[in-house]
């Protein structure tokens, strides 16, 4: 299988993305990125899901 330059990209940025947001947790008791999971659920079902 091989993978499309433009669905590494979009992995690569979502990987970025939690990492942002999981260091922007000032003592939360979740960390932010459990708050968009839904959203990129969706985009990935649509868009270039597994």
Do not use: C, D, Q, T
Request: glycine share 10%; net charge neutral.
């Amino acid at each position: 299988m091989r993978l499309s330059a433009k669905l590494v990209a979009f992995v690569g940025v979502f990987a970025a993305l939690h990492v942002v947001l999981y260091f922007m947790s000032f003592g939360l008791w979740r960390n932010w990125a459990i708050y968009i999971e839904p959203i990129e659920g969706l985009f990935w079902v649509h868009g270039e899901g597994f």
